[in-house]
């Protein structure tokens, strides 16, 4: 089959493969264009495409959601620049039918059922088990890089520039310090010097036209998840307050390759320090949830770990996932884990659970 590298026929490929797809009319309310860096890889993926149509078919046939939503999410995956969250949301809603986790999508909820004091809308509930759920990029230092990189290629004129440093590092500072800074990072490098940002530990440098000139990244799983302790907490005003609560956070491995499956078991080991970080370490954690999230203004971060019941990484290229579930959680998932994870997913593609029963101090 012929690369897709434009837009109306990505949108072709599409409509050819979901009569959901092709009853929008996509190609007549966007433009054609060259497909950009991000849309024009998951344009000739098909494990992805099939997930996201997997998605579109089961919220408007099964579901009998709001067609006009699914359009809109659809346009967020061939926009460049909504890409990543809106692949992310429906190519995990596939992922969850795929394996039989049925849900209900776009649930709201009021105050006090979420600790949000103006109420919010849920990804969804997971109809066997009674769960609100809410999905979330897991987007790593190294994928920010990535993007700070294509920025100053994409400049004019173009800056190819490299980066030096740690990529296990906390999101948040790499979009403050860096990301957030790119006019001052830019007229730097076009004034021939190269820029530390010490909060990262990183030294973003000009590309030499000929000649040898190494760089070095290092990434860790356990500083990984020391510097991401706080990640989960971000959105805390999603939590409910008196059912279990999965925070799903998934990721494709080509953007973030220290998170790729392999017998070195990084990727596993990071996920489970993460979880154990966030159910266990932060229990004992008395500092305000809203210093992560400032619409909860009477919780610390201990009392919120509490309502978060389960952890779920799920890899949207291979599909594995891993599993976690809060021993100290308020609310627990019932069945006990074992009977969650054999009915949500044949056991052999499973790449790890735990509920951290003999883990638990």
């Known amino acids: 089959m012929p690369r897709i590298e434009t837009l109306h026929d990505l949108i072709t490929d599409l409509e050819g493969k979901s009569a959901a797809v092709a009853s929008m009319s996509l190609a007549k309310r966007l433009p054609d264009s060259q497909l950009g860096e991000e849309v024009g890889v998951f344009a000739n993926r098909d494990g992805e495409k099939a997930l996201v149509l997997n998605a579109v078919d089961y919220l408007i046939n099964t579901c009998s959601f709001d067609q006009k939503r699914v359009k809109a999410m659809i346009q967020g995956v061939l926009n460049e620049n909504n890409f990543l969250g809106s692949v992310t949301e429906l190519a995990t809603y596939g992922w969850l039918q795929r394996h039989s986790l049925y849900f209900e999508p776009q649930v709201k909820f009021d105050h006090p059922a979420v600790l949000n004091p103006n109420g919010c809308e849920l990804d969804g509930v997971l109809l066997a088990y009674d769960t609100g759920f809410d999905i ?49 990072i830019e007229a730097e490098l076009r004034a021939g010097a ?30 990984q998840a020391q510097e991401l302790r706080y990640f989960p907490f971000k959105q805390a005003a999603q939590f409910t307050t008196s059912r279990p609560f999965m925070l799903i956070l998934s990721y494709f491995p080509r953007l973030n390759p220290f998170l790729s499956e392999n017998r070195a078991g990084y990727g596993e080991a990071f996920f489970r320090s993460l979880a154990r970080r966030a159910f266990i370490q932060a229990d004992e954690d008395r500092t305000p949830v809203s210093d992560h999230d400032d619409r909860v203004r009477v ?63």
């Open 136 to 184: 979330k990029t897991l987007g790593l230092g190294l994928y920010l890089m990535e993007k700070l990189i294509r920025y100053f290629a994409g400049s004019t004129p173009p800056l190819k520039v490299g980066v030096n440093g740690r990529v296990d590092v906390d999101v948040k500072t790499v979009q403050k310090d860096a990301l957030g800074n790119l006019g001052s």
């Open 299 to 361: 919780m610390s971060v201990g009392q919120a770990s509490r309502l978060l019941s389960a952890l779920m990484f799920v890899d949207l290229e291979s599909e594995r996932y891993h599993v976690f579930f809060n021993p100290r959680a308020r609310n627990r998932i019932f069945p006990p884990i074992e009977d969650f994870v054999a009915n949500s997913h044949p056991i052999t593609d499973l790449a790890s659970y735990d509920d951290f029963r003999y883990d638990n101090y």
């Open 194 to 223: 190269n820029v530390k940002i010490p909060s990262l530990n990183w030294t973003i440098f000009q590309k030499k036209t000929g000649g040898v000139q190494t760089f070095y990244r290092t990434w860790g799983p356990y500083r």
